[in-house]
């Protein structure tokens, strides 16, 4: 089976960053507070190679409710060299988690952002994303990293 790729002219962009916005990251309070937070991933160019990677983005708008889930493959960064964002309230919380389920242990991270409601409009974070290297063993797997 074969997808077509989006039409670039109907999805999302940020004004601020040029990034693509993963279908369905904008609007998301139920209280109406407008969108406050650009949150952006950026994947390390060593990372582009991986066929089973992917990021899981949660928002959390209260604990233990989650207001939305998204799978965003790596390859997704080779179709949109740009990268991709998502846009939250100050409200909730933001988990990322890094999954690449080919190696051996396959290998797994999780950052989580509080967003803090007194945050100022336009507050752009970047999260980087940085899985170890092949070469680096099975022992290696902590070395998985966001943020760093």
Not at 14 to 27: E, H
Not at 56 to 77: D, H, K, N
Not at 101 to 119: E, V
Request: hydrophobic share 35%.
């Amino acid at each position: 089976m074969t997808q077509t790729p989006p039409d670039p002219n109907q999805s999302y962009r940020s004004s601020a960053s040029n990034r693509n916005v993963i279908p369905g990251w904008m609007n998301l309070s139920r209280t109406g507070k407008p969108d406050t937070i650009e949150i952006q991933f950026d994947l390390d160019e060593a990372d582009l190679s991986r066929d089973q990677a992917t990021l899981l983005v949660e928002y959390w708008p209260v604990p233990g409710e989650i207001g939305l889930q998204s799978l965003l493959p790596v390859r997704a960064f080779k179709a949109a060299p740009e990268g991709w964002c998502v846009f939250v309230p100050a409200e909730g919380m933001v988990m990322i988690r890094a999954i690449d389920t080919q190696p051996t242990p396959p290998q797994l991270s999780a950052h989580g952002i509080t967003l803090d409601p007194t945050t100022q409009p336009g507050t752009q974070v970047n999260v980087r994303v940085n899985f170890p290297k092949p070469e680096s063993g099975p022992n290696n797997v902590s070395n998985l990293q966001l943020n760093n």
